[in-house]
């Protein structure tokens, strides 16, 4: 079954994305929406992958858990749900002084990383975290063998770097989430029946040159996904409800054979070459009818 993007039928949530992020789901939550479960409104929302929290920020849940294996993301969630006012200072500062020279400069002290932060260092490690992703080439989140960020910056005349109203309405909502430096398999330990648990992880790549999984130092590998639909396939037997997103490429499908597969067509925003940019086609697995 194909289910398309639709015009949102309820008002917008009242906080939205603060980050951009490649694969995220801001172009594709109505098509989701339609394929969640019945009652998940009163369902406590679980993403091991949170990224740009596009699906979070969405549904607007009462109780959420948010994890991610990305320290700096993680921490940047956590400065904007407990110390708004301070990054927002911070991120004041990083803009008013936006340069190529000043980019450069915010990138190399972003990747000297002591070993030790003091509240002061983590609200701005914070800052410069948001800085980079609203001004690097195409929000790209990319590390080298050695684990520095390494995307150059990107052609923007006018970059949205400080939102503070939308950073202040982020907060309000992260105040209800419990956010964690974790792996997806941190689920096994804490996700639970009735819980709605979304998995959009970095996905399968459709050929040899469309790679874009280097969001860890590590990357995300094919056993990587493998250990993924283990996860699946446990919290299904225990009783949680599971949606993940992936490429719709034969591996994935192979893989998650025995449960509902649904495809979306989704905006493809990340490619060398701007004639290939537009819609592809994604798989949606699910637990659930």
């Not at 079954?1 to 694969?23: C, E, Q």
């Not at 920020?57 to 948010?66: D, H």
């Not at 063998?145 to 923007?156: I, L, S, T």
Request: glycine share 6%; charged share 25%; with cysteine.
């Amino acid at each position: 079954m194909r289910v398309d993007v639709s015009p949102a039928l309820r008002p917008a949530p009242d906080a939205t994305p603060f980050l951009k992020w490649v694969g995220g789901k801001g172009k594709l939550r109505h098509a989701l929406s339609a394929l969640m479960p019945a009652g998940v409104e009163l369902m406590r929302h679980v993403e091991p992958f949170m990224g740009g929290g596009a699906m979070f920020f969405a549904r607007a849940p009462e109780r959420a858990l948010l994890c991610d294996i990305n320290p700096d993301l993680v921490r940047t969630y956590e400065t904007v749900r407990d110390h708004a006012g301070e990054l927002v200072r911070e991120l004041s500062k990083l803009a008013k002084q936006h340069d190529k020279d000043s980019y450069y400069a915010v990138r190399d002290r972003f990747n000297q990383r002591p070993p030790r932060l003091s509240h002061k260092l983590e609200v701005e490690r914070a800052a410069m975290f948001i800085y980079l992703n609203k001004t690097c080439f195409n929000g790209l989140y990319r590390v080298n063998r050695k684990g520095e960020f390494n995307v150059p910056m990107g052609a923007y005349k006018n970059p949205g770097i400080l939102d503070a109203d939308n950073l202040f309405a982020a907060s309000a909502r992260l105040a209800r989430a419990d956010i964690r430096c974790a792996s997806f398999e941190t689920l096994l330990s804490e996700a639970r029946p009735g819980d709605f648990v979304y998995m959009d992880p970095p996905y399968e790549p459709v050929s040899r040159t469309a790679n874009f999984t280097s969001y860890a130092q590590d990357g995300f590998s094919q056993a990587d996904q493998t250990r993924l639909r283990d996860v699946f396939r446990e919290l299904d037997r225990r009783g949680a409800k599971l949606m993940l997103s992936n490429s719709d490429v034969p591996f994935i499908r192979e893989l998650y054979r025995g449960f509902r597969i649904d495809t979306v067509m989704a905006p493809r925003a990340v490619s060398c070459d701007a004639s290939t940019r537009g819609p592809v086609q994604e798989v949606v697995v699910r637990n659930y009818t």
